[in-house]
């Protein structure tokens, strides 16, 4: 019964911002680690940033500086705000936690224009 939804997702320009969010529900817990991974066109999916539990964060190069994630104190909640937007950050952006087995979210589209 355990859910994610993301959502944030949107249309901006070159130089732009937006933030994601990534909500649980369906029962009382708290999530072991939750990141945001992006999918491409023709790509594969890849990680963006993750948090665990105990704080640790770790981010993709790429998005290194502009990025920044972040836990809800609910435990079951992930922010991800983006600033300095690029036409390479064009991606559905999918939200994962993990407790005990993974669980992901539907995703939300990202696209910036030129």
């Known amino acids: 019964q355990v859910q994610l939804v993301e959502s944030g997702g949107g249309l901006v320009q070159a130089g732009g911002s937006l933030r994601l969010s990534c909500a649980a529900s369906?029962?009382?817990?708290?999530?072991?680690?939750m990141g945001w991974y992006r999918q491409a066109p023709g790509k594969q999916r890849e990680l963006v940033a993750d948090i665990s539990s105990g704080g640790n964060i770790n981010y993709a190069d790429s998005v290194k500086g502009r990025f920044t994630i972040s836990r809800g104190n609910a435990k079951n909640t992930v922010y991800l705000q983006m600033n300095s937007l690029t036409p390479e950050d064009t991606a559905v952006y999918y939200c994962n936690g993990f407790l005990s087995v993974n669980y992901w979210g539907r995703g939300t589209q990202v696209t910036v224009s030129s």
């Open positions: 369906g029962s009382t817990f708290s999530f072991n680690y």
